[in-house]
């Protein structure tokens, strides 16, 4: 298995819901990453974890949370997002264990509006 | 203000010819720098990669040629496909960690 896998492909939710995308990898990675990334914009990068522990905050806020339940594992929890948070949210995961970034794989995101 | 520029948002090439992709930097910390290729409604692909102790890195049709004291790099496709139309980000690092990417350049490969 040498893909990045992450559910749902698409998501809408309201201002007010509660949602979680997941990213999964079974590749024996030990570092995995969140990005974020606006039409026609590159992918600007939100979170890394190394080793299931949360290495890098790129100053995200506090309504965005990730949770690294295991080392195949990457979640993203929503709470209270706003309209300009619609966006793709890729996952990528690299064999760089102090998540320097060599080599990575990125998923095919999951495509977030929110209304 | 951008660390890493990609100045042409788009280049149309004919099939069979190079493909020259451009990139700039301004952080003369970084040392490490990717390739992604990105179609429509998918996630980026890794292409290739160098490290600032080289000059070029060739991989089959692609090869990254690398100019410290220029900051610059350039993706160069020989022969260009049609298949290899989409988005391409150059992204830079220093050692490994934080990469910055670039806006990237659309590539057209006409049949």
């Known amino acids: 298995d040498t893909e990045v896998t992450q559910t749902p492909k698409h998501l809408v939710m309201g201002m007010t819901n509660k949602k979680s995308l997941k990213c999964e990898q079974h590749m024996g990675h030990r570092a995995m990453y969140w990005y974020k990334q606006k039409a026609k914009k590159p992918p600007e990068l939100m979170f890394v974890y190394s080793y299931e522990k949360l290495s890098i905050n790129e100053s995200v806020p506090s309504r965005f949370s990730p949770e690294c339940p295991n080392s195949s594992l990457l979640n993203l929890h929503l709470h209270a997002l706003q309209p300009e948070d619609s966006a793709l949210y890729l996952c990528a995961s690299s064999q760089d264990p102090q998540g320097r970034g060599y080599g990575y794989t990125f998923g095919s995101g999951t495509r977030l509006t929110v209304v | 203000d951008q660390q890493v520029k990609q100045n042409s948002p788009s280049l149309s090439v004919q099939e069979g010819r190079i493909s020259i992709l451009n990139c700039d930097y301004t952080n003369s910390m970084f040392d490490y720098f990717l390739w992604y290729k990105k179609y429509p409604a998918e996630g980026p692909t890794f292409l290739i990669s160098?490290?600032?102790?080289?000059d070029k890195n060739e991989d089959g049709r692609f090869t990254v040629f690398l100019n410290k004291s220029a900051k610059h790099l350039s993706l160069h496709i020989v022969p260009s496909q049609p298949g290899d139309s989409a988005v391409y980000f150059c992204?830079?690092?220093?050692?490994?960690?934080?990469?910055?990417f670039g806006p990237g350049t659309r590539l057209s490969v006409l049949p």
């Open positions: 992204a830079a690092s220093e050692r490994g960690q934080n990469f910055v």
């Open positions: 160098i490290s600032s102790i080289k």
